[in-house]
């Protein structure tokens, strides 16, 4: 069975800073992708970062960046230059290679960005 | 292109009664994905739907829920004698074939159901 573990259940940042949400996974698994879903308060998921396995390179999307540690299951979270539109729940969540979108998702951390 | 939609938004039902719970896939998306989202928890998988098909109902309740995709018309997610426990949010996403397997899913806003 695959578990994703977010340690962290809330988190606030000044704007402008810079914060990492972590996230630990378990899984025997070695073809997967990982996401970091964003839930603002109108609760609708979106799509903040997409991660295959098998690429080393670390996904970058314009302020959001992950590192992402295969051997270690950690896949953190960095926003950078955080702004007020950040705050929500952020969700890690996990997924099989070829298993038709079932994902496994963590509990979430609640993100505030500070004015 | 509108979204995903969901509908209603939110539901009361008393404990007995039966939930009905409707999802538009975005144009063009011919896969639907349901998901629960139990308070202070984050969301769980519940059933995987094409038109006229159900692929995987692995996280599916064994008795009183059931979903259905037809031809024509929203997916629908039905919870028979809902009970306390069935409280959550029920969130829909759906995908076109050619992200089936990777993880592109659009979500709607979710449809909250609360059991008194």
């Known amino acids: 069975a695959q578990t994703v573990t977010q340690s962290q259940p809330e988190m606030s940042v000044q704007e402008a800073e810079t914060v990492t949400l972590s996230c630990t996974y378990d899984?025997?698994?070695?073809?997967?992708?990982l996401f970091w879903y964003k839930q603002p308060p109108s609760r609708q998921m979106i799509l903040v970062i997409r991660?295959?396995?098998?690429?080393?390179q670390n996904a970058t999307e314009n302020r959001f960046s992950v590192n992402f540690q295969k051997a270690a299951k950690s896949f953190s979270l960095k926003i950078s230059d955080s702004q007020l539109g950040d705050t929500a729940m952020y969700f890690c969540?996990?997924?099989?290679?070829?298993?038709?979108?079932?994902?496994?998702f963590g509990t979430g951390t609640s993100l505030t960005v500070i004015p | 292109n509108a979204g995903v939609m969901q509908n209603p938004r939110h539901l009361v039902r008393r404990r007995g009664q039966e939930a009905r719970l409707r999802c538009s896939p975005m144009?063009?998306?011919?896969?639907v994905y349901w998901y629960r989202q139990l308070p202070e928890e984050g969301l769980k998988f519940m059933v995987y739907?094409?038109?006229?098909?159900?692929?995987?109902e692995s996280g599916m309740p064994k008795e009183r829920f059931s979903a259905e995709f037809p031809k024509e018309g929203p997916s629908i997610l039905r919870i028979q004698q809902v009970v306390r426990g069935d409280s959550a949010a029920y969130f829909c996403?759906?995908?076109?074939?050619?992200?089936?397997?990777?993880?592109?899913?659009?979500f709607g806003e979710g449809s909250r159901l609360t059991v008194l």
């Open positions: 996403a759906s995908s076109p074939l050619r992200t089936a397997n990777t993880g592109e899913l659009f």
């Open positions: 899984t025997s698994e070695n073809n997967y992708y």
């Open positions: 991660q295959e396995a098998y690429k080393q």
């Open positions: 969540a996990f997924m099989k290679q070829d298993t038709g979108n079932q994902f496994y």
């Open positions: 144009k063009g998306h011919s896969h």
């Open positions: 739907l094409q038109k006229e098909n159900i692929i995987d």
